[in-house]
């Protein structure tokens, strides 16, 4: 690949997700060429570490690659403590950044990544410009991470203090999700297969299922997700990036413009749910104890309100106001604690209005996307049943990503980081599609603070979530394919 000049700055450097996701997705483009002689990171945290312990730790949490590569990569490492309050220390941050822009001959291309509490945004971007940490030669670009505000109103003022320094087209607002393999791969399904594209809508398809089950529990994140449950955590940012990848129509050119401003009409139909709508679409979970009674109730983890009315799991019908998808249903679901960790998406079809085998009725045939862990497209359709009898049955065309091949496969943040470096859009979260993602969000936040308390909790933790989510397909006489 070829070499890129720049300077990452994280702030938050000493962080979880700068030693989890940054820094090994770095060094995964170190060692592909991406970045090469001419880069360095500059890792910025309150505590007074030295250039070497910084880079100590960062060596542990790196895995392929010989001890030599890791060393050379670490060495373009630096640590300045830093607390993003005092404009002061922004000096002293300066000076660092324009010595390593010298020395590492960087073009004056900066990203700052936002590796901490998003409260401290604003402040950091403020200061950025105030302070004169933007250069005068490069591009600056600013990457910011969920949760990105907590409703409409403080996401907007987040973008209002970040857009006060940066243009919209600096701005890269990471969602993990989109840099998954296969949610990368949805448009190459959608647009590279014309039978698909001619049967990708309401006439073919009769409703979408989008599962993102998670096993474990809350863990160690009580104190952020006491602040903000299901609904916000997952589905106002990923679920409804999906479903924008699933529906946004063909652009002309696959360029990250035209991709984006398709997705923007994707948001711009999310419907805003009355609170009657809310109350039949819209069901909400809290874990209890497992069976087994092995595992905590959500009241009872550590930190959590032992009242709390926290959700732990959501599902819901979402209906897009296209042309090509009226009438099809989107049901989401997404939760903690439940059967399995798997993230994958149903689509499916209408089944046969007029069977000619008349001796069984033939099923729904279904494209599945396995997202994860396992990765690959599997198609369920219909076909006869072996021998001399006239039975029509369900079989299923399955392509899963073997080894090897998972091998291959990047991982989120190592590509996200390479498109903010690449300076490509398309695969970021855009203001428009996050405003109105946070309306529909709100309407449903609003809904249930008026309901009186929730019967929580409602489901076992290792079970697919509670009966009301079974419900809510089962009224319509659909069910959830994915049983867990
Ligand atoms: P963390 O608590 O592990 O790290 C926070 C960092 O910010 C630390 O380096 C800390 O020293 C620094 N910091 C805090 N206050 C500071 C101040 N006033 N001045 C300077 N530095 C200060 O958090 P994290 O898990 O790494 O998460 C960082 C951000 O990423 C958060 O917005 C979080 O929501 C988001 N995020 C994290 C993950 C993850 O897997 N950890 C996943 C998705 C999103």
New binding site residues.
Partial sequence: AKENNVLFVI????????H??LYPGLFQLYLKGSLDQHFAVIG????PWTHDYFRQGIVSQLSKGTDEQKAAFVSHFYYQS????DSEHYVALKKIIDQLDEKYQLNGNRIFYM????D?FGTIAQHLKSENLLSDRGYDRLII???FGHDYPSAHALNQAIIETFDPDQVFRID?YLGKEMIQNIPYLRFGNPFLSAIWNNKFIDNIQITLAESLGVEERAG?YETAGALRDMVQNHIMQIIAMLTFPKPEHYTDREINQSKAQVFASLPVYSEAEVAEKFVRGQYGAGSDQQQLAYRDEDKTDPQSNVETFVAGEIDLDLPDWQGVPFYVRTGKRLATKNTRIDVVFKAEEHPLFTEQTPTSPVLTIEVEPESGVLLQINGKKIGTSNFIESHQLSDLLDDDQQELVPDAYERLLLEAVLGKQGNFAQWEGMAGSWHFVDAIRAAWAKEFQPEFPNYESGSMGPKAATDLLAKTGRHWLYQG
């Fill in positions: 702030f938050g450097g000493s962080g979880d997700l700068a989890r996701k910025t945290a309150r505590r830093h607390d993003v309050k590796a901490m509490a998003p401290l991470e969920k949760p993990h952020y």
